[in-house]
């Protein structure tokens, strides 16, 4: 019976960490591409 008390506790205080750090990566993959291209972009000005 334990067991079934501990679920609630895991949905309500562990998962939203577990999204909070998926939305962070990807937010970091994200910005990381973008700086990327920015980069990319500059190089090919800074030619001209």
Known sequence: MTGLAILPLLI???L???VG???AISLIKL????N???KE??????ER
């Open 16 to 18: 939203p960490i577990i």
């Open 41 to 46: 972009v500059v190089e090919k000005l800074s």
């Open 31 to 34: 910005q990381r591409e973008r």
């Open 12 to 14: 309500i205080y562990v």
């Open 21 to 23: 750090i998926w939305f």
């Open 36 to 38: 990327m291209l920015l």
